[in-house]
């Protein structure tokens, strides 16, 4: 199903599966949705992660020390879909899990799990053609990185192939959360409204409701994922739920936005599944 940001600012939120467990997952990611994300960016541990900073560093190893792999996300991915069927949800995973998956096979498998993107950190648009091949085949949208240091041809060759959103790096260097945002970000969004009417999610080092709003003020969404993370890793399993979910309703509430929708989303889950 399509990539829908239901108002502007939008949420999109990131989390680490299998951090701290996968019960747990499933738990905090139903909060988010109903706390009023508008996407989740299902997050797939990995061992050598180049982009990302401490914050999701360690959540990437707590889920790999408790075995979880990207057929466990996809497992997810589809108890999601079941669950809330209205929600955006994107595989957020580097290339070498999906290779020993096989391309195809992965396709496929996130087709059948109702995934709706793909983002690929360290897939580049200049080789990535049988990667878009086999994500067309499968009715996937392919979700790219733009950087502040990308010249103008890269960034229309970006946008030409994006599908969903493209997400515009708000700074260079690795993710994590930051005190204030620079201009570079705004000057990105800018540059890449040339070359595409579809929406552009701000992230890396948004934190805050003051950096959610301020980039309501240029983009169409914005990416919270080490700040989120961080709020996990220090609630702990059972009330990382109840954490994330306030943590959301503190971004949407400054800006105008209802703190969740579930009767758009979903049924609320019972409160058993809360505390898993």
Known sequence: MPLHFQSRPSLVAYLTIGDPDL???????????????????LGVPFSDPVADGPVIQRASERALRNGV????????????????????????????????????EFCAAAEQAGVDGVLVT?????????????M????????????????????????????????????????GAQQSLTSDAEQLVA??????????AVGFGISNADHFAAVGQFADAAVIGSA??????????KAAPDAVARFIQGLLTPVGR???????????????????
């Open 23 to 41: 019960a747990a997952s499933r738990a905090i990611a139903l909060a988010a949705i109903d706390a009023g994300a508008d996407v989740l960016e």
């Open 258 to 276: 209802p703190a969740g929708e579930p009767d758009l989303r979903g049924p609320v889950p019972e409160p058993a599944a809360q505390s898993q």
């Open 136 to 175: 067309r085949r499968h009715h996937l949208a392919p979700i790219f990185l733009a950087a502040p240091t990308s010249p103008d041809a890269r960034l229309e060759r970006i946008a030409a192939v994006s599908q969903g959103f493209v997400y515009a790096i708000s700074r260079v260097g690795i993710t």
């Open 69 to 104: 792999t990207l057929r466990d996300v996809l497992s997810l991915a589809a108890d999601l879909r079941r669950e809330r069927p209205a929600a955006g949800l994107v595989v957020f995973s580097y290339l070498n899990p999906i290779l020993r998956f096989g391309l195809e």
């Open 191 to 200: 540059r890449l409204r040339r070359f595409t009417q579809l929406p552009i």
């Open 228 to 237: 989120l993370v961080a709020a996990i890793e220090q609630a702990g399993a």
């Open 122 to 134: 360290d897939m580049i648009v200049e080789e990535a053609h049988d990667y878009l091949d086999a």
